[in-house]
T-cell receptor, first 112, second 116 residues
Framework: QKEVEQDPGPLSVPEGAIVSLNCTYS??????FMWYRQYSRKGPELLMYTYSSGNKEDGRFTAQVDKSSKYISLFIRDSQPSDSATYLC????????????FGAGTRLAVHP | GAGVSQSPSNKVTEKGKDVELRCDPI?????LYWYRQRLGQGLEFLIY????????KSGLPSDRFSAERTGESVSTLTIQRTQQEDSAVYLC??????????????FGDGTRLSIL
């Protein structure tokens, strides 16, 4: 069993839809949770970062962490074609961002 | 540009050859990471450098893999006697380190390595 499980998709939605992306994990020591966006042939870029359980909102993006269920989510509101990318969840035990453990990534396509 | 720079962007080589991949981190970033991303998979941690401390090599998959970093500058990842399963994108990231711990990792666009 992988430490972090993420449905690879692809997920195809119409422009304006609300998108829900999810990861589950098995290591209860994970404390830091991140979402990265990766466009084709580019490196990942950090979208959201949360510590422990709770919600965090940034513009159209909301990250949720439920440590009791070992489940994290990223919601994208009013999705745009420019959101089409692969979304990777990542998590870490240590303070800060050392040695991230990544999910496999979910490919998202937002069509006009 | 001020981002993480990796070279070459693409590398095709024959099985059994050695390859060297280069990473130029963001100036002032003392932490540097190497990851491997196989097709359709997430990033796999390889090695971590922080300042003058001994590197964390716990992610290196075999003794054919090695990496060096001189001070807080350029890093090279070397793969000896390449195998077809080494085909992947190799990503480098760097980050600042502050009193609050390591800050977000900034990634380069990777080197796409293909072993024939």
């Amino acid at each position: 069993q992988k430490e972090v499980e993420q449905d690879p998709g692809p997920l195809s939605v119409p422009e304006g839809a609300i998108v829900s992306l999810n990861c589950t994990y098995s290591n209860s020591a994970f404390q830091y949770f991140m979402w990265y966006r990766q466009y084709s042939r580019k490196g990942p870029e950090l979208l959201m970062y949360t510590y422990s359980s709770g919600n965090k909102e940034d513009g159209r993006f909301t990250a949720q962490v439920d440590k009791s269920s070992k489940y994290i989510s990223l919601f994208i509101r009013d999705s745009q074609p420019s959101d089409s990318a692969t979304y990777l969840c990542a998590m870490s035990e240590d303070s800060g961002y050392n040695k991230l453990i990544f999910g496999a990534g979910t490919r998202l396509a937002v069509h006009p | 540009g001020a981002g993480v720079s990796q070279s070459p962007s693409n590398k095709v080589t024959e099985k059994g050859k050695d390859v060297e991949l280069r990473c130029d981190p963001i100036s002032g970033h003392t932490a540097l990471y190497w990851y491997r991303q196989r097709l359709g998979q997430g990033l796999e941690f390889l090695i971590y450098f922080q300042g003058n401390s001994a590197p964390d090599k716990s992610g290196l998959p075999s003794d054919r893999f090695s990496a060096e970093r001189t001070g807080e500058s350029v890093s090279t990842l070397t793969i000896q006697r390449t195998q077809q399963e080494d085909s992947a994108v190799y990503l480098c990231a760097s980050s600042l380190v502050s009193g609050a711990g390591n800050q977000p990792q900034h990634f380069g666009d990777g080197t796409r390595l293909s072993i024939l």
